[in-house]
């Protein structure tokens, strides 16, 4: 049975300095998959379904893309490097392709939170290996009648984004061009993730305020869970936020911080 070996970010970027490629790589190709959508995501099994899906029924030789991102954060490798993918119709002499699991057409699902940490810092890492430019990422859609990689994502954002990642700052899972929340002031000593992100030892829901759901607030928007406003408030979009975590990191998902939420957020 063909198997997927699965990276962390920091695993990725450690395998594409030393991996050795004799084709040309001219571009790197953003896709998302549409379907599945990130709730449907099953880890290994779901790349295999995929696998199974452009061979048996596409008729390819293997698994479209190089690389595909996941909600969790791992990104799983897939064609052989020295394979074009088979992305883009008549455009995939030279390219990388990455498959951002998950439908990010306007109204559906967010690139956000660990999966937008993996994407830009892996894209970023295969620009530098690869000597290419910004103006090299493409979009399926740049070359397609389709939304891909899904409506809500513009191209200039993402490359702000892929930007941001490789001066190591922190990405925002803003798809609209809106400043990066976490970055703006507030009254008081603002704290940063690392020593806001210890849990308090109270349990935090809908309702509560005060500078511990500050903490929060901030903890989230560095991850890329945008909560609304740094205001002290756990109101909707700040338990919306802590949902949005809780799926992603594959804990319980009730939109109540304790402390197996705070563990998760916090781990490197």
């Not at 063909?2 to 970010?9: A, L």
């Not at 109204?107 to 690869?130: I, K, M, N, S």
């Not at 911080?257 to 957020?265: I, S, V, W």
Request: glycine fraction near 10%; charge should be positive; charged fraction near 25%.
């Amino acid at each position: 049975m063909r198997s997927f070996k699965r990276y962390t970010v920091a695993e990725f970027k450690g395998y594409i300095r030393r991996v050795r490629v004799r084709r040309p790589i001219s571009h790197i190709q953003i896709h998302h998959t549409w379907r599945p959508r990130k709730s449907d995501y099953q880890g290994e099994r779901t790349i295999r379904a995929m696998y199974h899906y452009h061979t048996q029924t596409r008729g390819w030789r293997d698994i479209a893309q190089h690389f595909t991102v996941a909600p969790d954060g791992c990104i799983w490798d897939g064609r052989s490097l020295e394979m074009d993918p088979a992305g883009i119709a008549g455009h995939n002499q030279g390219g990388l392709m990455f498959e951002m699991i998950g439908n990010f057409d306007r109204g559906e699902e967010r690139l956000e939170g660990v999966q937008l940490h993996a994407v830009t810092h892996a894209v970023a890492a295969c620009l530098e290996r690869f000597g290419l430019t910004h103006d090299q990422i493409v979009f399926h859609r740049e070359h397609a009648a389709k939304t891909c990689p899904g409506s809500s994502i513009s191209k200039p954002w993402f490359i702000g984004q892929v930007r941001r990642a490789a001066g190591g700052q922190q990405v925002t899972s803003s798809q609209t061009g809106i400043k990066d929340i976490s970055a703006q002031p507030s009254t008081g000593r603002v704290r940063s993730a690392s020593s806001a992100g210890a849990w308090s030892g109270e349990i935090l829901r809908r309702g509560d305020r005060g500078a511990k759901v500050r903490d929060l607030q901030r903890l989230l928007a560095e991850r890329g869970y945008q909560p609304g406003p740094i205001d002290g408030i756990y109101g909707p979009l700040t338990e919306a936020a802590v949902r949005r975590a809780q799926r992603d990191l594959h804990i319980a998902v009730d939109g109540i911080a304790g402390p197996q939420t705070y563990r998760a957020l916090t781990r490197r």
